[in-house]
């Protein structure tokens, strides 16, 4: 039981060279028309894998610019028990920021 979830630098390599040598022989095999249909199923999954990430960046930049307002606070700020969008704290009865 020795290094089983994290692979070493070299062991990552064997196995890029690996599915690159099995990527390269299956493309290999294919016919032009599917290599070509396999290049652009691996395009389209790559534009939509950056489509994502820039929703997510976009997101990350709308919250730190303060267009969308992040959720009300969680916890009491006085006595950090957690509150679920009253007015006041359940725990200690102090009045909430954020809420009404
Ligand atoms: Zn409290």
New binding site residues.
């Given amino acids: 039981m020795e290094n089983k979830t994290v692979p070493s630098p070299e062991e990552l390599q064997k196995l890029l060279e690996k599915a690159q040598r099995e990527v390269q022989a299956a493309l290999e095999k294919m016919t032009p028309e599917e290599r070509a249909q396999a290049e652009l199923n691996a395009k389209k999954r790559m534009e939509e894998d950056r489509a994502s990430m820039q929703a997510l960046m976009d997101e990350a930049a709308a919250v730190a610019a303060g267009s969308i307002p992040k959720p009300a606070a969680k916890f009491?700020?006085?006595?950090?028990?957690p509150?679920s969008g009253g007015k006041f704290?359940?725990?200690?009865?102090?009045p909430?920021p954020g809420a009404g």
């Fill in positions: 009491c700020p006085n006595c950090g028990a509150v704290c359940a725990n200690c009865g102090k909430l």
